[in-house]
């Protein structure tokens, strides 16, 4: 059973930084593209950060310049470096991750961050 668990959440001040983990296991085939997505209270869940296995990256406007997605594709792992950060940054962080070739997508759980200002 394919599981993500997500780590680095917590509570920073405005301006601060946090470093998000995501490691994959129970996979048989690669993961293909990774990505963060958040969702805060009230709020819709939105596209944060994605990357592919070959390490290309798309961000959403707001967080463009800010943060910084990676990934270790020998530890099936997804990060996201999360600099100069803003209240409204305030959501809860979840990792995302597609497998093509069964044509299925699995989700973390999710990690709090909170912004304070």
């Known amino acids: 059973q394919v599981q993500l668990v997500e780590s680095g959440g917590g509570l920073v001040q405005t301006g601060g930084s946090l470093r998000l983990s995501c490691a994959g296991s129970?996979?048989?085939?690669?993961?293909?593209?990774m990505g963060w997505y958040r969702q805060a209270p009230g709020k819709q869940r939105e596209l944060v950060a994605t990357i592919t296995s070959g390490h290309s990256t798309n961000y959403a406007d707001s967080v463009k310049g800010r943060f910084t997605i990676s990934r270790d594709n020998a530890k099936n792992t997804v990060y996201l470096q999360m600099n100069s950060l803003k209240p409204e940054d305030t959501a809860v962080y979840y990792c995302?991750?597609?497998?093509?070739?069964?044509?299925?997508?699995?989700w973390g759980e999710g990690t709090l961050v909170t912004v304070s200002s």
């Open positions: 129970g996979n048989k085939f690669s993961f293909n593209a």
């Open positions: 995302k991750a597609d497998i093509l070739a069964i044509r299925m997508e699995y």
